[in-house]
């Protein structure tokens, strides 16, 4: 009985029990031999996972190339948007260059026409009126530029966008130019049955000569203006534009766009210029036909010469002075006319041309000093 439980034990001790579903069962131990411990230390420690490894470092390098395509996809688009926006500026500043050197050759175009119309007519009737008609241009055409100050103001007030700019002035050049003949007409016939008519525009333009001096600087509040606040109270208007339509549909109604309602106002200013400008002229020259070609040579190239200096009107620090200047003398010449003190024509084309030039030169000797 001994011997069989030592025998028991010793099976024991040789085979561990495995179980298997609540059962067990002995499985042989063999021995271990000294060189199979020897061969697996050697084994485990020639053995690396290098598949392993070397699928992770796959899988690292492709994010990383993915990470990479997409910096460089960013980039590319990046840059491809820059181009884009610098193409779009480039053609920006290449149409505003274009537009620029059509203004300089049209302006540059009218006033050789005017220079070519008045020695022409120099030639024909004598140098007499060849005086007038350049005293009367160059009055006329200083005038002109002092109304842009006034049409940047109207532009800027009612927003208008700088395409559609060109095109308001170009329907208040025309009805400038119907409306001035009508009055240089009237004012003619005015002239020559009543004589004492001259005191009073020479009052006006004495008026108007010292508005110019007193005005202080900086932008005018359209928003009280009296020709502004009648067309807004008597023009139904839309509160946006419509691309260039002066009247639109809204809710079913047709109603003004703002950009009618500028033209309105532009149209309406140009009156009230007229009354300073016309009276001007006739203080030069009693010819209707010189007043009316130099008001028209004028004001022919004064959507061309708006594109030009709308930008500079700012550095024009002493036209306005000097615009006032030549009102001023204007005015005194026409008083004096009427009381038989005559002053002569090349002594009137003398002082415009040197009030004007004078101004326009201290203004821009001025910009550059500073």
């Not at 274009?98 to 220079?115: F, K």
């Not at 007193?214 to 359209?222: N, R, S």
């Not at 004064?302 to 005015?331: C, D, H």
């Amino acid at each position: 009985m001994k011997l069989a439980s030592i025998i028991h034990h010793n099976s024991l001790r040789a085979s561990p029990l495995a179980f298997t579903n609540g059962s067990f069962r002995n499985y042989p131990v063999y021995p271990i031999h000294p060189n199979s411990i020897r061969h697996r230390a050697q084994f485990a420690h020639s053995y690396s996972p290098t598949p392993l490894l070397a699928g992770s470092e796959r899988r690292c390098n492709s994010r990383i190339l993915c990470s990479r395509k997409t910096e460089q996809g960013e980039q590319l688009s990046t840059s491809g948007k820059d181009m884009s926006h610098q193409q779009s500026v480039d053609s920006v500043n290449h149409d505003g260059s274009e537009n620029h050197l059509s203004s300089v050759r049209t302006v540059a175009l009218c006033v050789l026409s005017a220079v070519v119309f008045g020695a022409g007519l120099g030639y024909m009737g004598g140098a007499e009126k060849a005086y007038e008609f350049f005293a009367g241009y160059i009055l006329e055409q200083s005038l002109s530029v002092d109304n842009l100050f006034v049409f940047i103001l109207i532009f800027k007030y009612f927003e208008v966008p700088l395409m559609y700019q060109n095109r308001v002035l170009s329907y208040g050049i025309a009805g400038a130019i119907i409306f001035r003949l009508s009055i240089i007409l009237l004012g003619t016939a005015t002239l020559q049955k009543f004589e004492a008519v001259n005191l009073p525009l020479a009052g006006l333009l004495l008026y108007s000569s010292f508005k110019l001096f007193a005005e202080e600087d900086g932008d005018t509040d359209l928003s009280e203006n009296f020709i502004v606040k009648t067309c807004q109270r008597f023009i139904p208007i839309t509160s946006k534009y419509d691309g260039d339509r002066f009247i639109t549909v809204q809710d079913g109604i047709w109603k003004a766009t703002p950009l009618l309602l500028t033209v309105a106002v532009i149209e309406l200013s140009d009156i009230a210029f007229a009354v300073d400008s016309i009276p001007a002229v006739f203080g030069v020259t009693r010819d209707p036909f010189i007043v009316f070609t130099s008001n028209i040579f004028a004001i022919l190239g004064l959507r061309s010469l708006y594109t030009l200096i709308s930008g500079s009107m700012s550095e024009l620090e002493y036209l306005q002075p000097a615009i006032g200047a030549v009102l001023g003398f204007i005015g005194c010449k026409m008083i004096l006319d009427f009381f038989g003190f005559h002053v002569t024509t090349e002594a009137s084309l003398a002082v415009v041309a040197t009030c004007l030039s004078g101004g326009v030169l201290l203004s821009l000797a001025k910009g550059k000093s500073d």
